[in-house]
DNA sequence: CGATACCTTGACCACTTTCAACGTCCGTGG
DNA sequence: CCACGGACGTTGAAAGTGGTCAAGGTATCG
């Protein structure tokens, strides 16, 4: 892993602040974070971890959009996680990755060097218990996704997917962009994502915007014109 | 919850001491343990837990096999995990269950009243060590089970279980029973947790019958006459 | 012994994949 | 500046895997 180190900037103005591992810290214990931690940043494509491989940091994705994939031995992938700002990779105890981590955009991550990170586990309970939760809520989410990969048909597998992209930015940016979206992957990620040929899911987003129910800017950028109708499709239940 | 309670063995001789949420547990820890469980039995087919409900114990599988599923509204359904003896049903700081918990067949439970046990929770670290490792552990057969999912062909999936099968029969019962093995689940159930219909289960299970991968006893019980055939046909790699 | 639940097998069908061609965007270099 | 090349995306046609529907078989339990 050879990223650049770029300057890091103050926990306090950070963006993902709010939400990544480090929530619950608060001064004492915000400091020791400050001075172990060390911002890398990648390129859009790059591989930041290997399947296997022995990890030297844990980190918290604070811009860009990551992937966690898993490849049989015929190629055949499927991701397993996509990790957007706050989400973080690194478990405690697991000092190896079980799957590749690639950068899907231009990646910042908040990089802690393990061992130190692992120490400061023991003494602070706020950060532990912010991992489990993490983690336990990343258990929720495969399960979902368990569901939606077993069950459900393609046209529903997309509307899903839009579903979360639309319920994920409106945790974040709480700009009132109702319905201004943008795909953080592209069509052959999508596909691996759902479990899908990167044909179907672009046959069905072209359903999708022949139906009205979204309007494309272009191949990432899109409008959400009829939230209700995509929410139905998704086979879900009402949200939560 | 309506299920009987059964008089208790002690831990010193309980089955999964060595891999339940008590394994780390000894002496003074193992004693409270023993004052706040109860044995809880329930019969093939009792739903043990309904999703969205408010739990008000949490357990160990001490025998038999139970189910975690998902629903659509429409009726599919997903397993999202299977529960054999060791696995533990609850997870700190979480009351409601995700997802229906079904006895696939007679199973006891070593329970233990949430309140209580969370209590213990926060004084004994090998309790909470031993809780996080597991949900790490469900983790990663979550995200195993996407990949199955998401990629594998019926066959490959229906072998990939039956290897899983292999590799859990091995870990417990350490009896040189190479190969005799009994199927946890109807096929109806297996179909749910592949992501398949009872039909093409049945057909795949035909289909390593006849290649003379398998041999049934009587529908639930067989043998595996060549493993290596069969993990070959699973798409994993060689066993870890 | 019959009822019922569970399983198997066949025939047909549909959805998704596969294969292929073409289109569009964008960066690079002539 | 435009032309070329490559990555990415769309669309069509054909093929195939697994699903659906249906009939019949087998075991188990009263």
Known sequence: MNAPVLSNIKCGECPIRHRAVCSRCEGAELDILEKIKVYRSFKAGEQILWRGESMDFV??????????????????TQMVGLLLPSDFIG????????????AA????????????????????PHLSER???????????????????GRKTAREKIAT?????IRRSSLEGSTAQNDALTLPLSREEI?????????TVSRQLSALKSQGILQFKDRRSFEVLNPKA????SGDDAPR
Do not use: Q
Not at 91 to 102: N, T
Not at 191 to 199: S, V
Not at 230 to 233: F, P, R, V, W
């Open 191 to 199: 596909a691996n994502y759902l479990g899908l040929t990167l044909e």
């Open 161 to 165: 997917f839009i579903d979360m992209l």
């Open 230 to 233: 995509l929410h139905d499709i």
């Open 91 to 102: 478990r405690p105890g697991r000092d190896r990755v079980e799957f590749d981590v690639i």
């Open 59 to 76: 980190a918290s994705v604070v811009s860009g959009v990551a992937t966690l994939g898993k490849t049989l031995e015929d190629g055949r």
């Open 131 to 149: 991992l489990v939760e993490i983690a336990l809520d990343e258990l929720d989410a495969a399960r979902d996704w368990m569901l939606l990969l």
């Open 105 to 124: 955009s231009d990646v910042t991550l908040c990089c802690f060097d393990r061992k130190p990170f692992e120490n400061l586990l023991l003494v602070t």
